[in-house]
């Protein structure tokens, strides 16, 4: 069995999203790999199913592999817009197409939350606006690493208006190629913001692996889930600066990190597991197109 730190830590941490590259299956293997991996030993690592408002209806007809104990847990991917007024009419769009799959079988399939990213024109009237035709529905905001911190500050003025903080922010950490990968200092600054704020935060693409490590794939190095989720937790916790936070996420040494059934630690720094599920709170979730790569590596340290 895992330790109390590391489930904690990993507890419905992963977002499959198989039909993305670089794994890119065509949306029924994807479904049947994640109704799979639903009922694995490891399902408790399993958070939702990364699905585009576009293939809601195809996805309709590719139910039968779920039942109510293991039902499809919708992470719903609006597109990506141009400017504010594309945004808004993308984003009607989208709520109308998540009303109306939600109640297409209520014992199979749920919406979590949905992910969209902001276009660069986005302002406080604007997200006041999106939330206006959304109602009480999560969104994960994605913005450039380059526009985090602003972003990240945004998003919490909203949120300080409402009764809970429906509104985060989505870091993308990887992609196929070397230039798509931000750098250590880039993610750091993002885990610090959100971190001051308390302001949810979830990331995507290139985090397959629990450690940091050169990948000949993508040319470059690439960052590593443990160092990713675990430096935004401690950075909350210790109220780490950037600096600090970027040292952990650029730590290629899997000694560093250690998991007990009362704390995690990095090095000297710890955080004890109740404090860890609290944080977690925040710390949501990354989306990653392989579920058994994060596992295999995981066994491979003896972790799991």
């Keep these: 069995m895992p330790t109390a730190s590391l489930q904690a830590l990993l507890a419905k941490s992963i977002d499959y999203a198989g039909m993305f590259p670089p794994c890119s299956l065509a949306l029924e293997p994807a479904l049947q790999s994640h109704a799979k991996y639903a009922r694995s030993p490891e399902a408790w690592m399993l958070n939702t199913f990364v699905l585009p408002v576009e293939q809601f209806d195809s996805t309709k007809q ?3 592999q779920f039942d109510p104990l293991h039902p499809l847990r919708v992470a719903a991917l609006a597109p990506k817009t141009a400017d504010a007024d594309a945004f808004l009419d993308a ?3 989208a709520d109308a197409a998540i009303r109306s799959f939600s109640r297409y079988d209520v014992d199979l399939l749920s919406i979590s939350h949905l992910e969209m990213f902001l276009p660069h024109d986005v302002d406080l009237a604007l997200l006041e606006e999106a939330r206006s035709i959304l109602g009480d529905l999560p969104v994960f905001w994605e913005a450039p690493p380059d526009r985090a911190e602003q972003t990240a500050a945004l998003l919490a003025e909203h949120n300080s208006d409402e009764d809970a903080a429906t509104f985060g922010y989505k870091l993308r950490t990887g992609g196929v190629t070397a230039d798509a990968f931000p750098t250590s200092t880039q993610i750091a600054g993002a885990l610090v913001t959100p971190a001051t704020h308390q302001l949810p935060i979830k990331f995507t693409a290139g985090l397959h692996h629990p450690i940091r490590q050169f990948r000949g794939e993508v040319k470059t190095k ?9 430096a935004a937790v401690l950075a909350a916790e210790h109220r780490w600066n950037a600096q600090q936070a970027a040292i952990m996420l650029e730590d290629e040494n899997a000694a560093s990190f250690s998991f007990g059934e009362n704390c995690f630690a990095w090095r000297e720094w710890k955080i004890d597991t109740e404090r860890l ?28």
């Design 91 to 93: 984003l009607e769009e």
């Design 277 to 304: 599920q609290y944080r977690r709170r925040f710390v949501v979730s990354f989306g990653s197109c392989s579920f058994d790569e994060p596992r295999e590596d995981l066994r491979a340290l003896g972790f799991l």
């Design 62 to 64: 590719l139910l039968s």
């Design 222 to 230: 690439m960052h590593g889930f443990l160092n990713v989720l675990g």
